[in-house]
T-cell receptor
Framework: GAGVSQTPSNKVTEKGKYVELRCDPI?????LYWYRQSLGQGPEFLIYFQGTGAADDSGLPNDRFFAVRPEGSVSTLKIQRTERGDSAVYLC??????????????FGPGTRLTVL | DAKTTQPNSMESNEEEPVHLPCNHS???????IHWYRQLPSQGPEYVIH???SNVNNRMASLAIAEDRKSSTLILHRATLRDAAVYYCIRGSNYKLTFGKGTLLTVNP
């Protein structure tokens, strides 16, 4: 079956521009997560959705970052006034639910964002 | 703060077993131990997780110390496709806190 997909796979933008990154989770998965991975580091948690609502956005670095999931399926990560330090691979993951034990998260291939 | 300690890198030969260690000395009673791996240019992939008892699945085995302060991921017969960064993560909820992981090299 189809896994988590992310578009675009690569995005190059200029400092100060606005970007949107899209995530299509596995069908039927109620939980969706965004992570950011800088070169040589492990992924860093950004935000978690349960259904349509952001259950935990404590990982968003500042108010330039925002994410939505209006219908409880596709999610969009939005970054305003991009900075060179935002350059990273942005990973999306989904899980069937969140039982508290930490259900298996299925990751997409990521979007590589480069801010010039 | 990843709260786990892993060697930066390990090396193995193809078709031999691999034991990847992880220390999590400050683990709480409700924390699970998760292992994910990340192949080059891909997103992380779930490997296995457990709480207290040893766990086995089609990919690997997880051996958890009796005091739960350490664990070992066991790949029974390494293949070239197992070359990846392996992350040991402790947590009780959805928020996976990744460290830098162990880079496993598999020699043919």
């Amino acid at each position: 079956g189809a896994g988590v997909s992310q578009t675009p796979s690569n995005k190059v933008t200029e400092k100060g521009k606005y970007v949107e990154l899209r995530c299509d989770p596995i069908s039927g998965h109620t939980a969706l997560y965004w992570y950011r991975q800088s070169l040589g580091q492990g992924p860093e948690f950004l935000i978690y959705f349960q259904g349509t609502g952001a259950a935990d956005d404590s990982g968003l670095p500042n108010d330039r970052f925002f994410a939505v999931r209006p219908e409880g399926s596709v999610s969009t990560l939005k970054i305003q006034r991009t900075e060179r330090g935002d350059s990273a691979v942005y990973l999306c993951a989904s899980s069937l639910t969140n039982s508290g034990a930490g259900d298996e998260q299925f990751f997409g291939p990521g979007t590589r964002l480069t801010v010039l | 703060d990843a709260k786990t300690t892993q060697p930066n890198s390990m090396e193995s030969n193809e078709e031999e077993p691999v034991h990847l260690p992880c220390n999590h000395s400050t683990i709480s009673g409700t924390d699970y131990i998760h292992w994910y791996r990340q192949l080059p240019s891909q997103g992380p992939e779930y490997v296995i997780h457990g709480l207290t008892s040893n766990v086995n699945n089609r990919m690997a085995s997880l051996a958890i110390a009796e005091d739960r302060k350490s664990s070992t991921l066991i790949l029974h017969r390494a293949t070239l496709r197992d070359a990846a960064v392996y992350y040991c993560i402790r947590g009780s909820n959805y928020k996976l806190t990744f460290g830098k992981g162990t880079l496993l090299t598999v020699n043919p």
